[in-house]
């Protein structure tokens, strides 16, 4: 049986108010109920006005996703009951929301499909406690209107593996753009995979899906498909369906656990706002936000490794943050006017764990400088040195193309002696490797 996975990605975004009123959006650990007012509490008469920097951060999300952004958007009712939703409906998107039709690109190669990317509000916080010996719920609504947007996926996957992959990078895009801290212990990014699993010789989607909602760890996410594709297998190898529902990830127990029966769209009763505008674009004011969008992490990486000279795995860890991919790139900055390699920094940040909060740039140069294993040297000349050995070398090149380890080690040595200094050897063996190829 092949699984068939899809995701559903909220993200809290970091403005300073909330998306339909004047609220302060910084709840986290505040006393409860106390960023409220009549609009995020949906008392009667209380008309919301759209944020319009929220508005703005999800079309820059979405093209940043590689979306089609249409020219036309409308915010819809999304009418369910809830403790958490005081009005009775959330504000969303359904059929035409700000962005349609992306896609991110996995480390195997694969391109998941984005079915949309759309702008809604955050609802209030159901707390359970014991109060005067009594079980009971109480709810805090200083969530309630947060800036939320919500990112979808076609069915695409197929294992655990390549969603986890697929969250990291979205996390990544999302804090380069820096509109979300994406704090998954905080509730700034919940992960919810629909899971379903396709019967042998069936091509067509699964008459049913299971959702395992507001998960908020990547390991978590991981462990609760494995586990719904394992106890749905179960039960449809004893010819009965899964009960399409949507459940919850149990720590504790290491299982998902039944929360109720999943909704369709129509349950929900969709219908435009009547308190909110139709949001038309120009292609001119398109044009601006995309000019906001920064260099995104595959792009960085790659220019990383055409202009630093240094390796994919290194370039893949030095942009993994865009704190660390700044700070790399202004210690290349100084380090050019002491002789200090980028190959050198690179290797040296990585392995000594630099951290970078407490270490300026500058006293990173002046620690390489003064440690005899990170001596500085010219890489044209590493390069120079390393294409005489292996032309001086025949047979320890052969061997080495042939597998043996031995060969490389013989080829560093020989170079490290004609250097007559010490330096990391990754950068020997990178430009050894990049001369056989």
């Known amino acids: 049986m092949k699984p068939v996975i899809g995701l559903e990605v909220h993200v809290e975004l970091k403005t300073k108010s909330k998306m339909f009123c004047g609220c302060s959006a910084d709840y986290f650990g505040q006393k409860p109920n106390t960023h409220t007012c009549p609009v995020c509490l949906g008392l009667p008469g209380a008309l919301p006005i759209p944020n319009k920097t ?6 820059i999300l979405g093209m940043a996703l590689n979306c089609n952004i249409p020219l036309f958007s409308k915010f819809d009712r999304k009418n369910y009951f809830y403790p958490d939703l005081s009005k009775g409906y959330q504000i969303s998107q ?81 804090r380069y753009l820096e509109i979300s801290n994406a704090d998954m212990e905080k509730g700034d990014m919940r992960l919810e995979p629909n899971i379903s699993l396709r019967i042998p010789g069936q091509t067509d989607l699964p008459n049913y899906k299971v959702e395992v909602k507001n998960i908020n760890s990547f390991r978590f996410v991981e462990k609760a498909i494995d586990f719904e594709i394992k106890r749905q297998t179960e039960i449809l190898e004893k010819k009965a369906t899964p009960l399409q529902e949507t459940r919850g990830w149990n720590e504790a127990k290491q299982k998902t656990v039944s929360q109720r029966v999943k909704e369709e769209a129509s349950d929900y009763r969709y219908f435009p706002d009547p308190d909110i505008p139709p949001i038309r674009w120009s292609r001119d004011q398109l044009a601006e936000l995309k000019k906001q969008i920064p260099e995104l992490p595959i792009a960085k990486k790659g220019r990383f490794i055409s202009e630093f000279q240094i390796s994919e795995y290194d370039s893949e860890i030095l942009t993994r943050a865009i704190e660390s991919a700044d700070y790399f790139e202004e210690a290349v900055r100084i380090g050019k006017d002491h002789n200090v390699s980028p190959k050198s920094l690179a290797n040296y940040i990585i392995n000594k764990k630099i951290n970078l909060e407490n270490t300026l740039p500058a006293e990173l140069i002046k620690a390489i400088i003064s440690t005899s294993s990170y001596a500085t040297i010219d890489n044209d000349k590493i390069s120079k040195v390393v294409g005489e050995v292996l032309a001086q070398s025949p047979q320890a090149t052969n061997d080495y193309k042939a597998g043996k380890t ?25 430009e050894i490797n990049k001369q056989l190829k």
Request: charged content about 25%.
């Open 406 to 430: 031995q060969a490389l080690q013989f080829l560093i040595g020989k170079t490290m002696s004609i250097l007559k200094q010490k330096i990391d050897t990754r950068i020997i063996i990178e």
């Open 94 to 174: 359904y059929d035409e929301p700000f962005c349609l039709a992306g896609n991110i690109k996995l480390n195997t190669g694969k391109t998941i499909g984005i079915t949309r990317v759309h702008m809604e509000e955050d609802t209030g916080k159901l707390i359970h406690g014991n109060v005067d010996g009594e079980e009971v719920t109480l709810i805090d609504f200083n969530r309630s209107g947060v800036p939320l947007i919500e990112i979808v996926t076609e069915p695409d996957f197929d294992n655990a593996k390549d969603v986890v992959d697929y969250l990291k990078k979205l996390q990544q895009i999302v």
């Open 54 to 59: 929220a508005v703005e951060w999800c079309v």
